[in-house]
T-cell receptor, first 115, second 110 residues
């Protein structure tokens, strides 16, 4: 049972365009939804994260939209740049104070921004 | 301040050989995790630890063992490597909601 489903698997966007990656989750106990960016040969790095008490969070060109009732969240990259070309993972976890809390990842989206 | 350090960075093993991957952290975080990353599969949790002397199984624990004898170190062992364990292995630590990942170990089993 895949707890976090991510789409699309790959995405090609023109420079200056908007990149949109979607994720859906099943466990309503999840209360932390981060997005990670990974470049080849590197570990995942936190890009932006949201808690379910807000519907949107923006940091620079990156925005998370969160729909609690639909159990979906998405990453929007505005004015996409070639340097944004990377693999993006959504993730979810529950209960900061619960022992054993671990991030559950989506399968990833490979973004290519063409110049 | 190195954060999370994984050694080795690369390794090639023959089927049936054993090895240990080391994860060391200098942030005094209680929680530590081992993930494996395979193409098209995302990162899957192998084992985790909620503190010194504790370990627990994650989503894909078979064929792996772990130990956390010291708070700063989390070891992942392969007793008898199999080609299916060819992967990139990532260690992570957590404090509150913040996770910090190492740069990974690329393991090939031939």
């Amino acid at each position: 049972q895949q707890q976090v489903k991510q789409s699309p698997q790959s995405l090609i966007v023109q420079k200056g365009g908007i990149s949109i990656i979607n994720c859906a989750y099943e466990n309503t106990a999840f209360d932390y939804f981060p997005w990670y960016q990974q470049f080849p040969g590197k570990g995942p790095a936190l890009l932006i994260a949201i808690r379910p008490d807000v519907s949107e969070k923006k940091e620079g060109r990156f925005t998370i939209s969160f729909n609690k009732s639909a159990k979906q969240f998405s990453l929007h990259i505005m004015d996409s740049q070639p340097g944004d070309s990377a693999t993006y993972f959504c993730a979810a976890s529950r209960g900061n104070n619960q022992a054993g809390t671990a991030l559950i990842f989506g399968k990833g989206t490979t973004l290519s921004v063409s110049s | 301040n190195a954060g999370v350090t994984q050694t080795p960075k690369f390794r090639v093993l023959k089927t049936g050989q054993s090895m240990t991957l080391l994860c060391a952290q200098d942030m005094n975080h209680e929680y530590m995790y081992w993930y494996r990353q395979d193409p098209g599969m995302g990162l899957r949790l192998i084992h985790y630890s909620v503190g010194e002397g504790t370990t627990a199984k994650g989503e894909v624990p078979d064929g792996y063992n772990v130990s956390r004898l010291k708070k700063q170190n989390f070891l992942l062992g392969l007793e008898s490597a199999a080609p299916s364990q060819t992967s990139v292995y990532f260690c992570a630590t957590r404090q509150n909601y913040g996770y910090t990942f190492g740069s990974g170990t690329r393991l090939t089993v031939v």
